[in-house]
């Protein structure tokens, strides 16, 4: 398969080497008009184009690496252009006219748009859970204080001294939290539109300074009984805010796209 990736930061590095080493071709990068010189100057063995229409004839698939910008930005192009888009900026779909458009523009294009699970699991439990009557979903996103930094947290906390206890930053609805949150709450909108919607979903977000790394755990009560799952995750060690299971979990979904035997 040949391949676009939209973004040149820690995730798209690792999505790109990781599709390589996988047999697939990555022939182009999508970035901000603006960004093309500069990548360009750096020597890529691949193209770079600052808009979807210049994007190589021979893609068939885009990756969307670039967070809910890049989403925002090209995410209806791409699709209406009749190529599938994988993203883990799944937070931007909280926004209700972007989810529209995609939506739109994936049916105009007879496309699909691939959600890429992030940095969480069990997702698929939660889906099948939602068959029956769901009553309670939650989650918890813990992280380091550092792991914050950027976020609104740095205006309700002081997050450089934070020290002993753990604090709660932000607790509320799934829609809620990825329109304030748009760089940390992927995670709270996955689990949103795997079970009872940015509505429904119940989010709390903590600032842990006895954390050495990112925590998140979903808890669902229903019909079918109750679970909990909690993981413990790395970043990538090319940016600390990026989770590096966020960066795998889109190489699985395109090799589910791709494979003959489909979980």
Not at 85 to 108: M, N, R, Y
Not at 122 to 148: H, I, M, N, Q, S
Not at 165 to 183: D, L, Q
Not at 207 to 226: K, M, R, Y
């Amino acid at each position: 398969m040949k391949i676009a990736l939209i973004g040149n930061g820690a995730i798209a590095h690792f999505v790109k080497q990781q599709l390589t080493t996988r047999g697939h071709h990555v022939a182009a990068l999508l970035l901000r008009a603006d960004r093309v010189s500069d990548v360009a100057a750096e020597g890529q063995l691949l193209e770079i184009v600052g808009s979807v229409d210049e994007l190589p004839e021979e893609i068939e698939h885009v990756i969307d690496c670039a967070g809910h910008t890049g989403l925002r930005d090209y995410g209806p192009q791409v699709l209406r252009s009749h190529r599938d888009l994988t993203t883990v900026s799944i937070g931007a779909l909280a926004d209700e006219k972007l989810s529209g458009t995609l939506k739109e523009a994936a049916q105009e294009g007879e496309s699909c748009l691939h959600l890429a699970s992030g940095a969480i699991g069990a997702l698929d439990c939660l889906r099948a859970a939602r068959v029956g009557r769901l009553d309670c979903v939650r989650y918890t996103g813990c992280k380091p204080p550092e792991g914050w930094l950027g976020s609104p947290a740095g205006t309700k906390l002081d997050l450089n001294a934070l020290q002993g206890e753990a604090r709660t930053h932000f607790k509320g609805s799934a829609r809620a939290a990825a329109i304030e949150y748009p760089k940390n709450a992927n995670v709270a909108a996955a689990v949103a539109l795997s079970g009872v919607g940015f509505d429904r979903t119940e989010v709390e977000l903590i600032a842990d300074p006895n954390l050495s790394q990112n925590v998140h755990e979903i808890f669902a009560e229903g019909e079918f009984g109750e679970f909990r799952f909690q993981i413990s995750g790395h970043t990538l060690a090319d940016n600390p805010r990026s989770a590096a299971l966020a960066a795998m979990s889109v190489i699985s979904s395109l090799e589910q796209q791709t494979g003959r035997l489909v979980f």
